[in-house]
């Protein structure tokens, strides 16, 4: 059993940032996939950024379009923590973040979100 616990998220100004973290515990996260996923009020839940080991220390991550360039995932095995730092955030980003963990791109265990409001 994985826990995923979310924390940094706010309400930001258009243009701020914000850095979440996804803190793990219960099982070590070196060789899962992490995920983010986001949704906004009265939509689906979408796939934001993920952070997927290959093999020894190599990882690759993904990103949808409208956060490339933007967003960066990233983690430290250490700690059993993933974040996600936001730059250049725009109104519609504004949703609850979701950390997620699986294998491949099933993801199996989530967080219970952290709300990120950027205002105009």
């Known amino acids: 059993q994985v826990q995923l616990v979310e924390s940094g998220g706010g309400l930001v100004q258009v243009g701020g940032s914000l850095r979440l973290s996804c803190v793990a515990s219960g099982r070590t996260l070196s060789t899962y996939t992490m995920g983010w996923f986001r949704q906004a009020p009265g939509k689906e839940r979408n796939f934001v950024a993920s952070?997927?080991?290959?093999?020894?220390?190599?990882?690759?991550?993904d990103y949808t379009s409208s956060v490339k360039g933007r967003f960066t995932i990233s983690r430290d095995i250490a700690k059993n923590t993933v974040y996600l730092q936001m730059n250049s955030l725009k109104p519609e980003d504004t949703a609850v973040y979701y950390c997620a963990s699986g294998v491949g791109a099933s993801y199996s265990y989530w967080g219970q979100g952290t709300q990120v409001t950027v205002s105009s």
């Open positions: 952070i997927r080991w290959s093999s020894g220390s190599i990882f690759y991550t």
